[in-house]
């Protein structure tokens, strides 16, 4: 029981931080940022030195762990504010369906860039393996990485929601979210934030490669699609646009996914995603707003 | 003088172009071509070329022994980009550079377009390395083969290997969905598991490839009363590093079984000391395959594409050309019809991975001998070698 709560939650925590990185971006200019999967596979790539080889020539990912992750984290942020200055900035009046688009097209582009200087074989790698020691917490034995995941999404939830709550920057960045015309005739300086929260935003995808990374030790182009996927539906199922309903629903698809996985029999197990999206569809259907909806997108007379 | 230099640049010239016009080329040089629509860009090339640059060196050898039936063996490609549709592109290329057996790509789903047309021309056609039924008899028609294994082979010899060679009894089975290929493995297994003594299925589960994380499937496994004694992995790359990553990472320590396609070494650095870990390879890329000749292929390969071959999938390519060549040789024409007939004779043909038998009802094999590969402290290498008693039946593959 105690060891289907761990993996809910060390699901949940990869969820809720794409969530958010999502959630993030979309509450200040009202872009879905298909992309983000993209930034998280870029992240990891950053460790590896360019080569098609199938043997991976690891680069940044010999750095210490106090170096490595702020360097991931850094190449995730630096990307994301990159990806808004030379691409989303343009379409900021553009309609959200454009963005959309706009965001998809990047996400190719930093796709097709990978595959042109890794090539599409899978790389190998061993990020932290210190990590990947079983340890045993109250009779549940689990790695090491899913502890750390686990402890590390709530540090960082909290960080973030300390951030938002009691700084400036977070003030303006929740006044833009709930209504961004009138944050900035309030002088809210709307560069400045939506580049923040890029920023933000970008982090995130990079703390979700280096989980990903060290869980998996694979460094592939289409890793961050999967993630990504669920993180736009806990953004949905959260109501989009509020930060905390995009978490409370990556932990709920996380362990929506785990539950289901071991309650199902056999012959039903492979269609879990099914089942899972399932759930998705009813939730939607009895608050189609979304768990916790978010302020500044409910329809005013 | 003006008039021979003209002349010769003009036959200059028709030599420049012969690539575009392989079917008039191949009337005037009296070539016999070999086309090879195969993913030279696009996720696919990485499977697609080691294969091919062992193609390549066959008809080399060919080549520089008078060559077949006293013709040089010319080869035209077409880019099939990753891409179904262009794939079909890619296979009417190479048929309107007069190709006379088209190579296809690897994989059944991408290679069947090229093979469909070539099926449509009544041409011969190959896939590299495909391991699902269909692509053969059954699912692109009588003129197309594999130059692989079935993947419910390597599932059976593994449970075989694992229950004779390691007394392996106690037997979970743990199946990627995403993939056919990883459920052949798996059939293969649960065809075998029934005629082994004494050996048992202690639980089973399913994941997808691209899981995030596979917590609750080891959780199940941990769950038993007993650590299974072996855990037969039905998946491939990437998804496969991430499975045995985290089962040793929360300390099951059963042997683990896969396919073929987790062969080699270069993702071993993502399980740093991995022990009992098993997989059947037709050939061995680690140098120390027990045929020497084998090990003399790879140092060839080295020569020519300046790196050793990355895993077993470089070596259907070799193959493929030598059977299709035997055939062709046997059948003293490159006629359509003739050749299939020569393959369809092959029982037991001995070539550099092992004998090769292809039958009117299978163009495929569904026996074969492997090297089993174990990979121990981190180290890959070989460890035994081993035949199924049986070949997998019809039943078992068409699942």
């Known amino acids: 029981m105690l060891q289907v709560l761990f993996d809910a939650l060390s699901l949940g925590s990869l969820y809720a931080l794409g969530a958010l990185g999502i959630a993030l971006i979309f509450g200040v200019m009202r872009l879905v940022n298909f992309a983000h999967g993209d930034v998280i596979a870029f992240s990891v790539f950053a460790l590896l030195w360019p080569s098609t080889d199938a043997v991976a020539i690891v680069f940044a990912g010999h750095l210490p762990w106090f170096l490595l992750i702020p360097f991931v984290l850094a190449v995730g942020a630096g990307l994301s504010v990159l990806s808004e200055i030379v691409v989303f900035r343009r379409f900021r009046h553009a309609s959200p369906a454009t963005m959309m688009i706009a965001s998809f097209a990047l996400g190719f582009v930093i796709r097709y860039f990978l595959l042109m200087l890794f090539s599409s074989r899978p790389k190998s790698i061993s990020l932290l393996p210190a990590l990947s020691q079983p340890v045993e917490i109250l009779g549940a034995r689990m790695p090491l990485l899913q502890l750390i995941t686990i402890l590390a999404t709530i540090v960082m939830l909290i960080a973030l929601s300390v951030f938002v709550r009691r700084t400036r920057f977070g003030l303006e960045m929740r006044a833009a979210a709930e209504n961004f015309t009138m944050a900035r005739m309030l002088g809210v300086r709307a560069n400045r934030v939506i580049m923040g929260a890029f920023a933000l935003s970008g982090a995130l995808a990079g703390a979700i490669s280096i989980i990903l990374g060290a869980q998996t030790g694979t460094a592939d182009i289409q890793m961050g699609g999967a993630v990504m996927l669920m993180a736009f539906i806990a953004t949905v199922i959260g109501g989009l646009g509020s930060l905390e309903g995009a978490v409370l629903a990556g932990f709920l698809l996380g362990a929506a996914s785990v539950v289901m996985q071991t309650v199902l029999p056999p012959e039903a197990r492979p269609f879990r995603d099914a089942f899972v999206y399932g759930a998705v569809i009813l939730v939607l259907l009895f608050r189609p707003q979304g768990l916790i909806a978010a302020r500044g997108t409910k329809e005013r007379v | ?399």
């Open chain 2, 1 to 399: 003088m003006t008039r021979t230099r003209l002349m010769t640049g003009l036959s200059a010239l028709a030599l420049a172009v012969t690539p575009m016009t392989g079917a008039l080329a191949e009337d005037a040089d009296g070539n016999i071509v070999v086309g090879f629509a195969t993913a030279e860009t696009g996720f696919m090339q990485a499977y697609d070329k080691p294969a091919q640059d062992a193609a390549m060196i066959r008809i080399e050898e060919i080549n520089a022994a008078g060559g077949l039936l006293g013709k040089q063996i010319k080869v035209v490609n077409a880019d099939t980009k990753t891409d179904r549709a262009e794939g079909a592109k890619a296979g009417l290329s190479v048929l309107d550079a007069g190709a006379d057996m088209v190579v296809v790509s690897c994989d059944y789903d991408f290679g069947a377009p090229a093979a469909l047309t070539a099926e449509s021309s009544g041409k011969v056609s190959f896939f590299l390395c495909a391991e699902s039924i269909k692509a053969g008899v059954q699912g692109v028609g009588p003129h197309s083969f594999s130059a692989s294994v079935l993947a419910a082979v390597q599932g059976a010899t593994m449970a075989q290997w694992a229950h004779e060679k390691k007394g392996a009894r106690d037997f979970y089975r743990l199946l990627d969905t995403s993939y056919v290929y990883n459920k052949g493995i798996c059939d293969g297994f649960d065809w075998m598991l029934p005629t082994l003594a004494d050996a048992n299925l202690a639980g089973e589960d399913v994941f997808k490839n691209d899981d995030a994380s596979i917590a609750a499937q080891i959780s199940r496994i941990k769950a038993l009363p007993k650590e299974p004694d072996a855990i037969m992995l039905c998946t491939m790359m990437p998804g496969a590093v991430s499975a045995i990553k985290q089962i040793r990472a929360a300390g099951i320590n059963s042997m683990i079984l896969n396919g073929s396609a987790v062969d080699g070494s270069y993702w071993l650095s993502a399980v740093p000391d991995l022990s009992d870990f098993y997989v059947p390879v037709q050939g061995s890329v680690y140098g120390d395959d027990p045929n020497p000749d084998v090990n003399a292929f790879n140092a060839l390969y080295k020569e020519k594409t300046g790196s050793d071959p990355a895993t077993q999938y470089t070596y259907p390519g070799y193959v493929m050309i030598d059977v299709w060549a035997k055939a062709v040789e046997r059948a003293g024409s490159i006629d359509a019809g003739a050749v299939v007939a020569e393959l369809e004779k092959m029982d037991g043909e001995p070539t550099l991975f092992g004998p090769r038998t292809f039958t009117p009802e299978l163009h495929h094999q569904n026996k074969a001998r492997y090297l089993i590969a174990e990979v121990k402290d981190g180290k890959p290498g070989i460890v035994d070698e081993w035949t199924i008693s049986e070949p997998v039946p019809m039943e078992a593959l068409m699942k």
